[in-house]
């Protein structure tokens, strides 16, 4: 990869992928630039990188817009910031949809409002992250695919948007990764056993299988990508497994 004398933003940088995407780059010889909610956990990862830190909640309006702005001249932003609210739609309140809907899809907005600005005199790469929950209908997604669904469209309409500045943008679809957002499933043995007989690979995902796709969309070589929405899913959305 060629993250040399590239800065890069990780919003959502204290999550499971989040995290492992921080790292991985700043392996890659990325300046990494974190922006999280939970400061404690933000300055112990900022500490360990010798990265610079941010802080910012999401679910506050302007916070992110203004947390990226100070983030300075970017190559690469990605947003790993989200939710995972599971309930049929009967059952999902107004609280919780307008948190999915905050979390998910305005925070992937923000993130392509400020973040382009960045970027519109010498080109870059954002990279959001969809869900399979978005391609496939998976039962009392009802909230968090609608969210999802939206950050695919804005990924498409925003690469058009932005092609001729030099600006890619692109999105990660994951299946079900281990992580504390999933926490509820992956601890339950009869959820994770029938959520992995799902994933045609026979197995969920790790946070490094997800940071190891953004990394790549993220990476300046790769200049040709643009506007994709790429399944990191372990065969969810597309394949079934017999």
Not at 30 to 56: D, H, S, Y
Not at 89 to 97: G, K, L, P, R, V
Not at 100 to 123: C, D, E, H, P, W
Not at 133 to 148: M, P, S, Y
Request: glycine share 12%; net charge positive; proline share 3%.
């Amino acid at each position: 990869m060629a993250f040399t004398d590239v800065t890069v933003g990780v919003l959502g940088a204290t999550g499971s992928v989040g995290s492992a995407l921080a790292r991985r780059l700043h392996k890659a010889g990325a300046t990494v630039i974190l922006c999280g909610r939970n400061a404690e956990k933000l300055n112990a990862l900022g500490a360990e990188l010798g990265a610079r830190t941010v802080q910012a909640d999401a679910a506050k309006p302007g916070e992110l817009d203004q947390a990226i702005g100070a983030m300075g001249p970017l190559y690469g932003i990605a947003s790993c910031i989200g939710s995972l609210v599971l309930k049929p739609a009967h059952a999902t309140s107004d609280a919780d949809w307008d948190s999915a809907i905050a979390l998910n899809l305005t925070s992937a907005f923000q993130t392509v409002r400020a973040g382009t600005k960045t970027m519109l005199n010498g080109g870059g790469s954002i990279v959001l992250v969809s869900s399979s929950a978005a391609r496939i209908g998976l039962a009392n997604h009802e909230a968090i695919a609608a969210a999802k669904a939206g950050v695919a469209g804005l990924t498409l309409s925003a690469a058009a948007t932005y092609a001729p500045r030099g600006i890619r943008v692109n999105c990660v679809s994951p299946g079900l990764v281990m992580s504390g957002l999933t926490q509820r499933i992956t601890s339950n043995e009869a959820s994770l056993k029938a959520s992995v007989a799902m994933h045609a690979l026979g197995r969920v995902g790790s946070p490094e299988d997800v940071a190891s796709a953004i990394a790549w969309l993220l990476d300046p070589e790769q200049r040709w990508v643009t506007g994709q929405v790429l399944g990191v899913d372990g065969g969810l959305g597309s394949v079934r497994s017999r």
